[in-house]
């Protein structure tokens, strides 16, 4: 499976733009890449997922490097509710388990 | 509302005892998951189900069983094989289309 690495942590001041950086250089034409967050004492939620093309929706926008190496989720304006660990996911479009695989993720800081 | 209920919230287990931890959904999901999360970590897959009485081994499946008779029911046994089952349990289901997990809110178990 292609492997992905974050920041173990960032911090964000509140209303203020954060990008959440995640490299991914091993990844596959067919890997698709998905963002997950977890709040404390929650369970995951899903926040987006691309391929190719940058995408938005209402949480957040997924930014995708030309060669797709590399990836950033962006969220426009941090509140502190968006204080959670975020996960930078590949999941190859041939796998049909939906399996995930969760590494550490970016435990993301916001301060009033 | 439609979502994914585990049950209970904390669940405390007794040495050689086994516990069943539930896991329901009513989003008409075919696919279900369990994975454990310990401190400080990411989540890892236990067990999964794509279809109804059909289960699959995840990465770390020892000392758990499942079983999966409903389609909204997943229910997992933490067995007295697990000598080490401290830690927050999650259970997901997948919306097959856009390859989306939504999760439960957790069981957290703890050993007297």
């Known amino acids: 499976d292609a492997k992905t690495t974050q920041p173990n942590s960032m911090e964000s001041n509140e209303e203020e733009p954060v990008h959440l950086p995640c490299n991914h250089s091993?990844?596959?034409?067919?890997?698709?890449i998905h963002w997950y967050r977890q709040l404390p004492s929650q369970g995951p939620e899903y926040v987006i997922h691309?391929?190719?093309s940058n995408v938005n929706n209402r949480m957040a926008s997924l930014a995708i490097a030309e060669d797709r190496k590399s990836s950033t989720l962006i969220l426009h304006r941090a509140t502190l509710r968006d204080a959670a660990v975020y996960y930078c996911?590949?999941?190859?479009?041939?796998?049909?388990?939906?399996?995930?695989?969760f590494g550490q993720g970016t435990t993301l800081q916001v301060k009033p | 509302d439609g979502g994914i209920t585990q049950s209970p919230k904390y669940l405390f287990r007794k040495e050689g005892q086994n516990v069943t931890l539930s896991c329901e959904q009513n989003?008409?999901?075919?696919?279900m998951y369990w994975y454990r999360q310990d401190p400080g970590q990411g989540l890892r897959l236990i067990y999964y189900?794509?279809?109804?009485?059909?289960?699959q081994k995840g990465d770390i499946a020892e000392g758990y069983s499942v079983s999966r008779e409903k389609k909204e029911s997943f229910p997992l046994t933490v067995t007295s094989a697990q000598k080490n089952p401290t830690a927050f349990y999650l259970c997901?289901?997948?919306?097959?289309?856009?390859?989306?997990?939504?999760f439960g809110a957790g069981t957290r178990l703890s050993v007297l």
């Open positions: 997901a289901s997948r919306f097959t289309a856009k390859n989306i997990q939504y």
């Open positions: 091993t990844i596959s034409g067919t890997d698709y």
């Open positions: 691309g391929l190719t």
């Open positions: 996911i590949l999941r190859a479009v041939s796998d049909n388990t939906g399996k995930l695989i």
């Open positions: 989003l008409n999901h075919d696919a």
């Open positions: 189900s794509q279809i109804v009485n059909d289960f």
